[in-house]
Antibody, heavy 120, light 107 residues
Framework: EEQLLESGGGLVQPGGSLRLSCAVS????????MSWVRQAPGKGLEWVSD????????YYADSVKGRFTISRDNSKNTLYLQMNSLRAEDTAIYYCAGRLAGRRSRFDYWGQGTLVIVSS | DIQMTQSPSSLSASVGDRVTITCRASQGISNYLAWFQQKPGKAPKSLIY???TLQSGVPSKFSGSGSGTDFTLTISSLQPEDFATYYC?????????FGQGTRLEIK
């Protein structure tokens, strides 16, 4: 069974940093591109960042560009999101999601999410 | 960026009803369109991809159609477990974008 388990969320002060992880099992991680998608409290879904199966191609939403860094370690079947210069508007549940390698592929798998709260 | 606009934003229906949700893209996305169901406190669940292909395990009461800029999700014979929020999402180009969601409530 496919499992994606996010961790690393928590309470952080504005301007602070946090590193999220997404541990994958049950499917071939190195054959999947991965994304982070977030959802602010009571709001809709917002795509944050995407990384290709080998990490060669990376994309960010304008709202996080220059502050967040996506990476992956295929030897550990783990996806990461380094979040710096955090703002109150970054408060959200962060989901990792997997899609088959390729330029236009849908999200097949989702984690259960980890909550990030940015507040003083 | 491609904007995805869903309508309606909320919808009240009764058990047994058939409902349709529409999603419009601000530019053509061929059929690179997915639909998700989300229940409170849960992760999104994939229902349909490529505009009309049912994800494995999703009941046939869910159906999708459309291509280009206009898409629909139809749910027939509503059951209590179908009341949730539904999102469309384009994966034609970056940044991937979602519709604002349609909240389906019990009348």
């Amino acid at each position: 069974e496919e499992q994606l388990l996010e961790s690393g969320g928590g309470l952080v002060q504005p301007g602070g940093s946090l590193r999220l992880s997404c541990a994958v099992s049950g499917f071939s991680f190195s054959s999947y591109a991965m994304s982070w998608v977030r959802q602010a409290p009571g709001k809709g879904l917002e795509w944050v960042s995407d990384i290709s199966e080998r990490g060669a191609s990376i994309y960010y939403a304008d709202s996080v560009k220059g502050r967040f860094t996506i990476s992956r370690d295929n030897s550990k079947n783990t996806l990461y999101l380094q979040m710096n210069s955090l703002r109150a508007e970054d408060t959200a549940i962060y989901y990792c999601a997997g899609r088959l390698a390729g330029r236009r592929s849908r999200f097949d798998y989702w984690g259960q999410g980890t909550l990030v709260i940015v507040s003083s | 960026d491609i904007q995805m606009t869903q309508s309606p934003s909320s919808l009240s229906a009764s058990v047994g009803d058939r409902v349709t949700i529409t999603c419009r893209a601000s530019q053509g996305i061929s059929n690179y369109l997915a639909w998700f169901q989300q229940k409170p406190g849960k992760a999104p669940k994939s229902l349909i991809y490529a505009a009309s292909t049912l994800q494995s395990g999703v009941p046939s009461k869910f159906s999708g159609s459309g291509s280009g800029t206009d898409f629909t999700l139809t749910i027939s014979s509503l059951q209590p477990e179908d009341f949730a929020t539904y999102y469309c999402q384009q994966y034609y180009s970056y940044p991937f974008t979602f519709g604002q969601g349609t909240r389906l409530e019990i009348k």
